[in-house]
């Protein structure tokens, strides 16, 4: 009763109602400095923009128009209907609403939203690349995606006059010489125009900064359902172990994410996608990686995880932890796509030693998930550099 009688008032009489709800050393909206702390490390947002080393085109905007014409054209691909946009669809949060994607032919894994890419250091679900612009090369040469080549590629710029022309101002070079060369070029400048695609402010950043700065009444628009969800997520739910930092992601690759249908579908699921093993070899075993000829940083201090990579047959069945902003627009969710409610992929996991969680509480967390989308939600500005042509 004097709770619900304090919660009316809230907004106003803050240190009342949390001396009430959390102890003396409560703060704004009643976290304790403990959950401040924690709740402070997933900020600030938005992150310094960053530029690949490795990549002498990113950042560049001529590149990233280049590789903007490029993510929407499907003549790089065999049948000359595939195109990056296929899987990845702007108006879907760069992603296609399905559980697995299907190119030319169907992939074991879903197709993960594009955003906020530079936060992270190894790409796809199990880290099969090294680079964005590594994860840029791998659809078009895949036979159950683009099923291309280079000789494809080539084909697209001896037809297009004004795309190689554009590719010739970026690069200093013909796209016709080198097949080879010409594919890492385009998976370049695919990744300078990926790389753009981040995701803006949402209303947990506005809690999160009143927070750091000790405003009751900015923390105090926060819903309730909400903040209680992120404080089972900072807290007994063991979530940020994993989900940490700004992006939601630790970049690592985890197993014992208890999925929600049982051990023997993980058995089976295991079978089919060995996850973080797999793919670490074939990263190891590609010339595309930044071990190799095409990285372009002269230091080459952006290969030393690459070189350190040894594989391990602990890592088996691990896939990297998902960023979670924007999650409640990008479902189905999971590597292979096995849900499509949030509160259900909320409930997979949590610290190994905690009670379960009840069914109230995974609404909250879903609730609290839902504040990590932007006013653009699933629609994503298809140009966030602001481009408008190659010259
Ligand atoms: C047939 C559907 C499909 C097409 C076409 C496709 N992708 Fe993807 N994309 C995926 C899937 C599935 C994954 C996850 C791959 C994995 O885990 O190994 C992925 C992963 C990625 C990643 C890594 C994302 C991350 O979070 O680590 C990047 C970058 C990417 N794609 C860029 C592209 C570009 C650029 C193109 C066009 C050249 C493209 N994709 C075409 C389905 C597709
Ligand atoms: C041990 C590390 C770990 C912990 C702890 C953890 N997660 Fe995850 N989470 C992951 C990994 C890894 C995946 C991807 C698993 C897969 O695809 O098979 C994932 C996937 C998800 C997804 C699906 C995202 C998507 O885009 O597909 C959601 C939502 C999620 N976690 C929320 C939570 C919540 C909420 C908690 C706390 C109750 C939590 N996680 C705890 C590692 C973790």
Request: glycine fraction near 10%.
């Amino acid at each position: 009763m004097g709770r619900w009688l304090a919660s009316l008032a809230c907004a106003c009489i803050w240190p009342a109602w949390a001396a009430g709800a959390a102890g003396d050393a409560a703060g704004p909206a009643g976290v304790t400095p403990e959950e401040s702390r924690a709740i402070a490390t997933l900020g600030p947002w938005p992150p310094p923009r960053r530029r690949d080393p490795g990549n002498r085109v990113s950042g560049q905007p001529l590149a990233i128009e280049l590789g903007r014409q490029l993510f929407r054209d499907p003549r790089m691909s065999a049948v000359s209907y595939i195109a990056c946009v296929t899987c990845h669809q702007p108006d879907r949060a760069f992603t296609d609403s399905k559980a697995r994607a299907h190119g030319m032919g169907d992939l074991p894994r879903n197709t993960p939203a594009l955003a906020n890419l530079s936060l992270q250091h190894w790409y796809g679900w199990g880290g099969g690349a090294d680079s964005v612009w590594m994860a840029s090369i791998r659809p078009i040469l895949d036979s159950r995606e683009f099923d291309g080549s280079g000789a494809l590629v080539v084909r697209l710029f001896a037809r297009e006059p004004e795309l190689a022309a554009c590719y010739r101002r970026v690069f200093g070079a013909s796209p016709l010489v080198d097949p080879e060369r010409t594919v890492i070029n385009v998976g370049k400048a695919l990744a300078a125009f990926v790389e753009t695609l981040v995701t803006a402010r949402t209303p947990f950043d506005e809690f999160r900064d009143a927070i750091v700065r000790g405003d009751a009444r900015g923390a105090a628009a926060y819903p309730d359902a909400a903040l209680r969800g992120l404080r089972l997520f900072v807290g007994r739910g063991g979530c940020i172990a994993c989900h940490s930092g700004p992006n939601f992601s630790d970049g690592r690759f985890h197993a014992g994410t208890a999925p929600a249908d049982g051990i023997a579908a993980a058995v089976e699921r295991s079978l089919h996608d060995n996850g973080r093993l797999r793919d670490a070899r074939d990263l190891l075993a590609s010339r595309f990686n930044l071990r190799g000829a095409y990285n372009d940083d002269p230091s080459r201090r952006n290969a030393a995880a690459t070189r350190g990579l040894r594989l391990d047959a602990a890592m088996a069945g691990r896939f990297r932890t998902p960023s979670l902003r924007n999650v409640a627009v990008t479902a189905p969710y999971f590597h292979d796509g096995r849900t499509d409610r949030l509160a259900d992929a909320a409930r997979h996991a949590g610290a190994p030693a905690a009670e379960p969680l009840r069914i109230g509480e995974v609404d909250d967390l879903a609730a609290f998930l839902s504040t990590l989308t932007d006013a653009h939600g699933a629609r994503r500005p298809w140009n966030p550099a602001g481009l408008t042509d190659c010259r």
